[in-house]
C-alpha cells in the first residue's frame, strides 16, 4: 500500500519527506488557501521538486478545459511521470480522463461518494479513484464499505486503477485502509506520526533506555561536583550550610586525619532537633558517634548504585575512590533521570 502526504504545509512536507519512503503528495487549492499561499504554480513547482511524486488539482468546467490546465502545468517545466492531475468526478472530468491517460498522463478521479461514481473513473482508466472516507463517514454513510466495494471492483475486473483512501481523520482510518486492502492512502502529516506510537511501546523503549543506562554508566559520571563534607571541629550548623549549598541531602563527616568517619543527613538532623531542640546546631560533628558508613567505588556501575538504594532504603551513598573520597551519590540524582522508582 503506497503512503501518500496530504497537505499544503512546506515545512512539514519537509519534514515528512525525510522519512524516504512516502510515495507521493496530494494537495488541493483548499490545503494552499489555509496556508495563505497566492502563487499556486511556483509553490507547485518548489513541491515538484521535494516529493518523488505530485499530485495536483486541474480543474474546468470542461473535458476541453481540464486537459488544457494539466497541460499548461506540465508545460511550467512538472515531470509527466511524476505528476498525477486530480479531477473532481464528473461526465466532463471522466472525459478529461480519458483524453489525458490516451496521451500517457496520469490521473486520480477524486471527491468520489458512490460506487457508480468509481465505476465511470474505472472503466475512463483513471490511474486513482479517490473515495473521501472522512466526509462521508461525517454525512453518516458506510464510508468503509464503499471503499471495500471499490477495491472488489478493481479486483474482480482488473482495472489498472488504485483506489487511494482519503480523508483520513485519525490512526483508525490508516488501520480501516490496511485491513480493506487499498492501494493507497494519503494522511496528514499529524496522523502519519501516530503511527509508530503506543503507551506499551513507549514503557519497553523506555524500560531498555534505562536498563542499558543502569548497565553502562558509572557512578562517577553522575555525581556532582559540590562535594560537601565537615571535620570534627564543624557544628551541626556548618553541616545544613554545607547539605544546603550543595542541595544534598547528606554530608560526608572526616576524622582529624580527613578519612570517611560517617555520614549526617537531614534524617538525622530532625532526629537529633526532635529530641534536643535547637541546642543540637552548636554541636560540633566529633560529638556524634557514627556507623561505618555505606560507600560505593566511583568506577561502580549505576546497577550497583540502585542495589544499594533499594537493599539498605537510603537515600545517599557516599562514592569513594580507592578509599579517598570522591563525592557523594544521591537518590533523587537517579530519581530525576528515571533511572530508579
Known amino acids: 500500500m503506497e503512503l501518500y502526504l496530504d497537505s499544503a504545509d512546506i515545512k512539514e512536507i519537509e519534514d515528512a519527506f525525510q522519512l524516504g519512503f512516502l510515495a507521493g503528495l496530494t494537495t488541493t487549492p483548499t490545503f494552499m488557501h489555509r496556508e495563505g499561499i497566492t502563487d499556486i504554480d511556483s509553490t507547485i513547482l518548489k513541491l515538484a521538486k521535494i516529493v518523488p511524486v505530485l499530485q495536483i488539482e486541474a480543474m474546468g468546467n470542461t473535458a476541453e ?10 508545460d511550467m517545466g512538472l515531470e509527466k511521470d511524476k505528476t498525477v ?3 473532481p468526478v464528473s461526465l466532463e472530468g471522466v472525459k478529461a480522463c480519458k483524453k ?8 486520480n478521479i477524486h471527491l468520489v461518494y458512490t460506487l457508480q461514481q468509481a465505476y465511470m473513473a474505472m472503466a475512463a482508466g483513471a490511474t486513482y479513484v479517490t473515495p473521501l472516507v472522512g466526509r462521508l463517514q461525517d454525512q453518516g454513510h458506510d464510508a468503509l464499505a464503499l471503499v471495500q466495494q471499490c477495491v472488489e471492483a478493481v479486483n474482480y475486473y482488473g482495472y489498472n486503477t488504485k483506489i487511494m483512501f482519503s480523508s483520513v481523520r485519525h490512526a483508525e482510518h490508516v488501520r480501516n485502509a490496511i485491513n480493506i486492502g487499498v492501494h493507497t492512502v494519503t494522511v496528514p502529516w499529524k496522523v502519519i506520526k ?6 506499551f511501546t513507549t514503557l519497553g523503549t523506555r524500560q531498555f533506555e534505562v536498563h542499558t543506562k543502569l548497565m553502562t554508566i ?30 544534598l541531602g547528606a554530608v560526608t563527616v572526616l576524622d582529624a586525619d580527613n578519612k570517611i568517619a560517617g555520614i549526617f ?18 554541636r560540633q560533628m566529633g560529638e556524634f558517634k557514627f556507623s561505618k558508613p555505606i560507600t560505593i567505588e566511583a568506577d561502580a556501575l549505576l546497577n550497583e548504585a540502585t542495589a544499594i538504594f533499594k537493599k539498605h532504603h537510603i537515600d545517599n551513598i ?14 533523587q540524582d537517579l530519581i530525576d533521570q528515571d533511572l530508579i522508582g
Open 85 to 87: 492531475f486530480k479531477i
Open 318 to 331: 557516599i562514592v569513594v575512590n580507592n578509599g579517598q573520597l570522591a563525592g557523594m551519590l544521591d537518590i
Open 100 to 107: 489525458l491517460i490516451d496521451q500517457g498522463i496520469l490521473v
Open 65 to 74: 478545459e481540464i486537459v488544457a490546465e494539466a497541460h499548461r502545468q506540465l
Open 265 to 282: 543527613t537531614d534524617g538525622d538532623l530532625r532526629r537529633h532537633l526532635r529530641d534536643e531542640g535547637k541546642a543540637i546546631l552548636t
Open 218 to 247: 558509572r557512578v562517577k559520571e553522575v555525581i556532582r561536583e559540590n562535594n560537601p563534607s565537615v571535620k570534627p571541629s564543624n557544628t551541626v550548623l556548618d553541616a545544613i550550610l554545607a547539605m544546603t549549598e550543595s542541595k
Open 194 to 199: 501516530m503511527l509508530t506510537e503506543n503507551n
